[in-house]
């Protein structure tokens, strides 16, 4: 068992030390026959991954069985490759209104969680001024105040904010998180004050020094928070269900659980739906995959 | 986000003033500009967080019916609270979730880190493939697997039944419901604690292996003697990041069970939300019960950082 803590992928293939055994044995070079506990091991991989992965491929390859086949076998594969159900969807049941909203609040909600963290990162790491710790434990506290505690006192709050059954209902209250501020400081504390200082004597205004010298050496960060903001804002269920109270303003996720609840729409569709909901979000993470990994080790962990 | 180093401080004015100097003096030292970048986000926290948290425990000692204006109370709520069956059987329900879903996902994700730390071949590829379950909304999780454990049309039962091994009634029956909803919470996170525990793996210092190499331990010796006491820290961020998940649970269940059968996976949150946004709405109630898992998430936070100082001390 090799215990060498590799971090990236590149290493390990190079990083085989002396002493113990080789770390690939599929060659033909006469090397030692797999061990029964990389057997196990593997094997038992393979069956976790296959535990994860093979219900949503199974829910892929459903959502393109007609209503009869799907409820008659569950086990048939579809009969052909027929994109109705999606068609269905989409055409009869508005799930092009709910897509356009999810795509509308997950932007704005992320841009302004962008905007809100970064200035208040940014004020907190790199001023002194009076109120600084004390504002910063605040924000902290927020932590143990999840969405969840404060549903009936928030939702007051945007009765009055006349916000109710809008999208900015649905933007603007959860764009304020904690998690964001934190990451954002500790990006801007590495970011070394002289740098700051050099813009402030070349005659910068503090916002210009911010936006043109601070912000671009801060990206990886803000790229991690987007990220972890758009996968939330997406996903997003409690908060939406009880603002969004007409179907115009519908996300997705509240669309397919009032829909599924409420039995009022045809499973094949709302299989097609669900499938076309996942979409996004899997394609985001296949791309940025590192940095979604970086972004549990920055905010899970610190 | 557990165990947080405030940092405080670490823009130290000395540091500050000597750069300064070394320029001749010339900075002017911004007085308002710092104001300016916190403002817009403390508006945003006070208005959306602090405000209604403080509200919110203010209307627990209120009685708010819609359509009624709101009068002092003092204690009934929690009276009414702590003499409804419904609010018991949620908080046996909630501790029965949480104590089984944290102690499974502890084990399992430890067990999944350590295959994974010690794969070579595809290792990339088993992270990511543990992972997906974390992308798909909660929502989306719930209609996913009542549509796997459906007994009529499901693929579960349907394969159990060619084999011969009955067909179970999954959500039907409270004690699977139970169970069941357990389990789709662990497929659903279990990826991301994974990834929290193999970063814990991947800082333990080598030295300590080699040394144990040295005096001829076996693996399993390491396991128990080095890898284990090394992980306790992360172990621990594990189990209060998953205790606090498990309280806050709700959303796959709206759409696994809807609370049933026979309330049986009503969990706490979901009190909360039938109370106060299902008619008979009854915001007094609803506000009382979030003071209560309130006070559970502070508790829980309280011990957290105790621990982690001790730890810090040792």
Redesign the interface.
């Known amino acids: 068992m090799s215990t060498v803590p590799f971090a990236r992928t590149g290493r390990r293939r190079a990083g085989h030390r002396p002493g113990q055994p080789a770390p690939t044995w599929t060659s033909v070079s006469g090397r030692r026959p797999p061990a029964p506990a990389a057997v196990l091991r593997t094997s038992l991989l393979v069956a976790a991954s296959l535990l994860a992965v093979a219900p949503v491929l199974w829910i892929a390859v459903s959502s393109f069985k007609p209503l009869p086949q799907l409820l008659g076998d569950p086990l048939s594969l579809p009969s052909s490759l027929s994109l109705a159900n999606y068609r269905g969807g989409f055409q009869q049941f508005d799930f092009l209104t709910y897509f356009r909203n999810s795509a509308i609040v997950t932007v704005a909600a992320t841009l302004l969680t962008l905007a809100l963290s970064a200035t208040a990162g940014y004020g907190l790491a790199k001023y002194n001024f009076r109120g600084r710790n004390g504002l910063f434990v605040l924000v902290l506290a927020t932590i143990m105040i999840p969405i969840q505690v404060i549903l009936v006192p928030i939702f007051q709050v945007v009765v009055d904010l006349h916000l109710v059954n809008s999208l900015l209902g649905l933007i603007i209250p959860p764009a304020a998180t904690p998690t964001g501020v934190f990451l954002m400081r500790q990006a801007f504390l590495s970011i070394p004050d002289e740098l700051i200082e050099a813009a402030r004597v070349d005659g910068a205004g503090e916002f210009r020094t911010f936006w043109r010298i601070v912000l671009p050496n801060a990206r990886a960060s803000l790229a991690v928070l987007a990220i972890i903001s758009v996968g939330w804002r997406w996903n997003d269920f409690i908060w939406p269900l009880i603002i969004a109270q007409s179907p115009g303003v519908y996300t997705l996720p509240v669309a397919l659980g009032l829909l599924t609840s409420q039995q009022a729409v045809p499973y094949n569709f709302i299989l097609a739906m669900v499938v076309a909901s996942m979409i996004p979000v899997i394609v985001i993470f296949l791309f940025l995959q590192r940095h979604v990994i970086r972004g549990i080790a920055m905010t899970g962990l610190k | 986000?557990a165990t947080?180093?405030?940092?405080?401080?670490?823009?130290t004015?000395s540091?500050?003033s000597r750069?300064?100097g070394r320029?001749g003096g010339?900075?002017r030292v911004?007085?308002v500009?710092?104001?300016?970048?916190?403002l817009?986000?403390?508006l945003?926290?006070g208005?959306?967080?602090?405000?209604?948290?403080v509200?919110?425990f203010r209307?627990s000692f209120f009685h708010v019916i819609e359509g009624q204006p709101s009068r002092f109370a003092g204690l009934a709520n929690y009276r009414q609270l702590v003499t409804d069956a419904q609010f018991w059987a949620a908080v046996r329900s909630t501790l029965e979730f949480v104590v089984g879903f944290v102690a499974l996902t502890v084990v399992l994700a430890t067990a999944?880190a350590l295959?994974?730390?010690?794969?070579?071949?595809a290792?990339?590829?088993?992270?990511?493939?543990?992972?997906?379950?974390v992308?798909?909304?909660?929502?989306?999780v719930?209609?996913?697997?009542?549509?796997?454990l459906n007994p009529?049309?499901?693929?579960l039962d349907?394969?159990l039944h060619?084999v011969g091994l009955g067909q179970p009634s999954w959500l039907v029956e409270p004690h699977l419901a139970m169970g069941s909803a357990i389990f789709v919470e662990l497929?659903a996170t279990?990826?991301?604690y994974t990834?929290?525990v193999l970063?814990?793996?991947?800082?333990?210092d080598?030295s300590l292996?080699e040394a144990a190499r040295v005096d001829g331990a076996s693996?399993w010796d390491?396991i128990w003697r080095i890898t284990l006491p090394s992980l306790r820290p992360?172990l621990l961020?594990v189990v209060i990041?998953s205790t606090?998940t498990g309280f806050?649970a709700?959303?796959f269940i709206?759409?696994l069970t809807?609370g049933g059968p026979l309330g049986a996976t009503t969990l706490i949150?979901q009190y909360?939300?039938d109370h106060?946004?299902v008619p008979p709405i009854n915001?007094g109630l609803?506000?009382a019960a979030?003071v209560l898992?309130?006070l559970v998430?502070?508790a829980i936070?309280l011990v957290n950082l105790a621990i982690g100082r001790r730890k810090g001390a040792a």
């Not at chain 2, 295959?115 to 071949?121: A, E, I, K, Y």
């Not at chain 2, 992270?127 to 997906?132: F, T």
């Not at chain 2, 719930?142 to 796997?148: A, H």
């Not at chain 2, 970063?199 to 333990?204: D, E, H, P, R, V």
């Open positions: 986000m947080v180093d405030l940092g405080v401080g670490r823009v004015p540091r500050r750069s300064s320029r010339r900075r911004p007085r500009a710092p104001y300016l970048f916190v817009p986000n403390m945003a926290v208005l959306f967080a602090i405000w209604p948290a509200n919110g209307e999944a295959l994974l730390q010690s794969q070579r071949r290792k990339g590829l088993f992270r990511a493939a543990l992972y997906v379950p992308l798909i909304s909660p929502v989306v719930g209609i996913l697997w009542n549509w796997i009529t049309s499901g693929v349907a394969l060619r497929w279990l990826g991301f990834l929290i970063g814990g793996l991947q800082s333990i080598p292996y693996s390491e992360t961020v990041l606090i806050q709700f959303e709206y759409t809807g949150v909360i939300y106060a946004f915001f609803a506000t979030s898992l309130f998430l502070f936070t």
